[in-house]
């Protein structure tokens, strides 16, 4: 075996155990054996949410990857796309383009028992890294639903324009599903 030949073997083989099934078979065949398919085993979170881009029509799923204080979890896609939510109120983004890189408002138990205005701020970058803040004035209101469901609208309005989050509750008073709006360059997403 020549030189080259022999430090490729050993860099292959260094590589084989956490390597691509390519490099995997590469190496098993300079070594003269035979190589399987590798088993992945995942532990999967039996929880998920649906999220779909309303003004797009498109839906994927998420699962949660990450726990943090505060009741914070982080949630990813297949793609790595990941969303940050305290309870069920979405509070940041990353790899949606136009990310929402934090935001503050009202819990979701506080929009459920609050019908006066309050703030809420979103903080998205610029195209030179620049922070922006959004402000707006928003307020709650219950809109009618049957069978002891509770379908509550946050209607927003700010210098930059308006937007409506829609929370919907089941009889037991947990969130079912949600609409919620991630900044002009998202637009707004219905979550299960």
Same mark, same amino acid.
């Given at each position: 075996?020549?030189?080259?030949?022999?430090?490729?073997?050993?860099?292959?083989?260094?590589?084989?155990?956490?390597?691509?099934?390519?490099?995997?078979?590469?190496?098993?065949?300079?070594?003269?054996?035979?190589?399987?398919?590798?088993? %992945?085993?995942? /532990?999967?979170?039996?929880?998920? +949410?649906? @999220?779909? $881009?309303?003004?797009? *029509?498109?839906?994927?799923?998420?699962?949660?990857?990450?726990?943090?204080?505060?009741?914070?979890?982080?949630?990813?896609?297949?793609?790595?796309?990941?969303?940050?939510?305290?309870?069920?109120?979405?509070?940041?983004?990353?790899?949606?383009?136009?990310?929402?890189?934090?935001?503050?408002?009202?819990?979701?138990?506080?929009?459920?028992?609050?019908?006066?205005?309050?703030?809420?701020?979103?903080?998205?970058?610029?195209?030179?890294?620049?922070? %922006?803040?959004? /402000?707006?004035?928003?307020?709650? +209101?219950? @809109?009618? $639903?049957?069978?002891? *469901?509770?379908?509550?609208?946050?209607?927003?309005?700010?210098?930059?324009?308006?937007?409506?989050?829609?929370?919907?509750?089941?009889?037991?008073?947990?969130?079912?599903?949600?609409?919620?709006?991630?900044?002009?360059?998202?637009?707004?997403?219905?979550?299960?």
């Amino acid at each position: 075996m020549t030189r080259a030949a022999l430090l490729f073997a050993v860099v292959l083989g260094g590589l084989a155990g956490c390597a691509s099934p390519i490099v995997q078979k590469a190496t098993a065949l300079m070594a003269g054996t035979t190589v399987t398919a590798p088993t %992945v085993i995942t /532990a999967l979170d039996a929880r998920q +949410k649906t @999220m779909t $881009v309303l003004d797009k *029509n498109v839906a994927f799923l998420i699962v949660p990857i990450k726990q943090a204080e505060g009741g914070v979890t982080v949630w990813s896609s297949a793609d790595n796309v990941q969303f940050t939510f305290r309870g069920d109120m979405l509070i940041s983004t990353r790899g949606t383009g136009p990310d929402l890189m934090s935001s503050s408002g009202p819990s979701l138990s506080q929009i459920k028992t609050r019908n006066g205005p309050f703030a809420r701020k979103y903080h998205f970058l610029d195209g030179s890294d620049q922070s %922006v803040v959004l /402000a707006y004035n928003c307020s709650v +209101k219950d @809109m009618l $639903v049957p069978k002891g *469901n509770r379908h509550v609208v946050e209607d927003c309005s700010g210098s930059e324009g308006s937007f409506r989050n829609e929370y919907l509750f089941g009889a037991d008073g947990a969130v079912s599903e949600t609409i919620q709006w991630l900044g002009s360059g998202n637009g707004r997403f219905l979550i299960k």
